[in-house]
């Protein structure tokens, strides 16, 4: 894998608050920590659009001609499938 240097600049507090993470002995150094946040970015993002990806495929599929009882049986039944319940 190719490595990009980036240089980036922060404000005294942001650099304070790295270096205190990095003192804590959570991340060996600022630029894991860095690394591991933009990380965490990228799989919250991800996440934020398979469920708006989710609610579109909910909206475009109409209402449902199900009562709450047989949607809820329907779930039960899944949860089961799959050993969740």
């Given at each position: 894998m190719a490595v990009v240097r980036k240089s980036i600049t922060f404000t005294?507090?942001?650099?304070?608050?790295?270096q205190s993470i990095v003192a804590q002995?959570?991340?060996?150094?600022?630029s894991?920590?860095?690394?591991?946040?933009?990380?965490?970015d990228r799989?919250?993002?991800?996440?934020?659009?398979?469920?708006?990806?989710?609610i579109q495929q909910g909206l475009d599929s109409g209402v449902s001609s199900k009562k709450i009882p047989d949607v809820m049986k329907?779930?039960?039944?899944?949860m089961?499938?799959?050993?969740r319940l």
């Open positions: 005294e507090q942001l650099n304070e608050w790295v002995g959570d991340y060996t150094n600022e894991e920590y860095i690394r591991d946040l933009i990380r965490h799989d919250k993002k991800a996440k934020s659009i398979a469920l708006q990806e989710a329907d779930v039960e039944d899944r089961r499938a799959d050993g």
